[in-house]
């Protein structure tokens, strides 16, 4: 059984940082395409960060390129979303998501993954 556990959430100021983790286990879970996505109250989950897990290479939402950055611990089974100069717009709800079905490049939409985790609150104060 796929699992996903995200933590690293928390309240900070604007302008402030977290890294946020996802545990990942299961069979083949971190041997694909990894996303992480947010929602917001009143709005629907959008998409953040694809990152293949193989290579460690990523993509970004334009509202958080440049400011955000995922990375990988193999060892760990572990992705990362590091978030810097964080403002009162990046809060939400961050999930990990996992594709483990074959992929052909970034996906961005919420049904292009698998499986979830339970999610981790940020909140961002001016």
């Known amino acids: 059984q796929a699992l996903l556990v995200e933590s690293g959430g928390g309240l900070v100021q604007s302008g402030g940082s977290l890294r946020l983790s996802c545990v990942a286990s299961?069979?083949?879970?971190?041997?694909?395409?990894m996303g992480w996505f947010r929602q917001s109250v009143g709005k629907e989950r959008e998409f953040v960060s694809a990152f293949i897990w193989n290579t460690g290479s990523a993509v970004y939402s334009d509202f958080v390129k440049g400011r955000f950055t995922a990375s990988r611990d193999p060892a760990r089974h572990t992705v990362y979303l590091e978030m810097n100069d964080l403002k009162e717009e990046d809060t939400g709800v961050y999930y990990c998501?996992?594709?483990?079905?074959?992929?052909?490049?970034?996906?961005?939409?919420?049904?292009?993954?698998?499986?979830w985790g339970q999610g981790t609150q940020v909140t961002v104060s001016s």
């Open positions: 299961g069979p083949s879970l971190t041997r694909n395409l």
């Open positions: 998501a996992a594709r483990i079905r074959a992929y052909t490049g970034y996906y961005s939409h919420t049904a292009d993954y698998d499986h």
